[in-house]
């Protein structure tokens, strides 16, 4: 069961947009910035966004983060078939003192 | 380039110890909050546990804590994970991984090493 919640697959066609939810409580997003990783099978996390909306160099502006409340929204326009990963959000939870996540969104790019 | 290498996985029994370890070179971990995460196979990203510059603060998941420690050799610009009284349910790739600043948490990881905890 984790801590952050998050659809646990979405799905949409090439160059369509599609957007992946997180809801977490007032001690971790509501509290905390949110980042969101990208995970291909058999490869490390890679950073997506970071502080709720920023994106590291080399991230493409397909990719773009939001957050309000106690929940967060990842958007990818302009999809692709590389697109297709794993994806997860991540904060810290200031009352457990601890890194949380999702429990990731499979993306499929049909 | 920031680069992050984990070692010391392996095949471990029920009970048994482990001591894994985690390799940075293009930086300096020393002012740096380092942490570990680990995979379940076909699961989720569990965090471990964290430790920060000097060794000031050290935090531990509930599912770990009392039987596994979290070090740094800052001479040795690398990053330890003593886990004991191994279970089943630990079996996961091991990341560690840095953060960059406290908001930015997670910007390097390594390329994981294998627990397997089985008889």
């Known amino acids: 069961q984790s801590v952050l919640t998050q659809p646990s697959s979405v799905s949409a066609a090439p160059g369509q947009k599609v957007t992946i939810s997180c809801s977490g409580s007032?001690?971790?997003?509501?509290?905390?910035?949110v980042a969101w990783y990208q995970q291909f099978p058999g490869t490390a996390p890679k950073l997506l966004i970071y502080e709720n909306n920023k994106r590291p160099s080399g991230i493409p502006d397909r990719f773009s983060g939001s957050k309000s409340g106690t929940s967060a929204t990842l958007d990818i326009t302009g999809l692709q078939t590389g697109d297709e990963a794993d994806y997860y959000c991540?904060?810290?939870?200031?009352?457990?003192?601890?890194?949380?996540f999702g429990g990731g969104t499979k993306l499929t790019v049909l | 380039e920031v680069q992050l290498g984990e070692s010391g996985g392996g095949l471990v029994k029920p009970g048994g110890s482990l001591r894994l370890s985690c390799a940075a070179s293009?930086?300096?971990?020393?002012?740096?909050?380092m942490n570990w995460v680990r995979q379940a196979p076909g699961k989720g990203l569990e965090w471990v546990s964290a430790?920060?510059?000097?060794?000031?603060?050290?935090y531990y998941a509930d599912s770990v804590k009392g039987r596994f420690t979290i070090s740094r050799d800052d001479a040795k610009n690398s990053l330890y994970l003593q886990m004991s009284s191994l279970r089943a349910e630990d079996t996961a790739v091991y990341y560690c991984?840095?953060?960059?600043?406290?908001?930015?948490?997670?910007?390097?990881w390594g390329q994981g090493t294998l627990v397997t905890v089985s008889s």
């Open positions: 991540g904060t810290w939870d200031s009352s457990l003192s601890a890194w949380v």
């Open positions: 991984a840095r953060d960059y600043s406290n908001s930015l948490k997670g910007d390097s």
């Open positions: 293009g930086f300096s971990i020393s002012n740096y909050n």
């Open positions: 430790i920060s510059p000097s060794s000031t603060y050290i």
């Open positions: 007032s001690s971790n997003i509501g509290k905390n910035y």
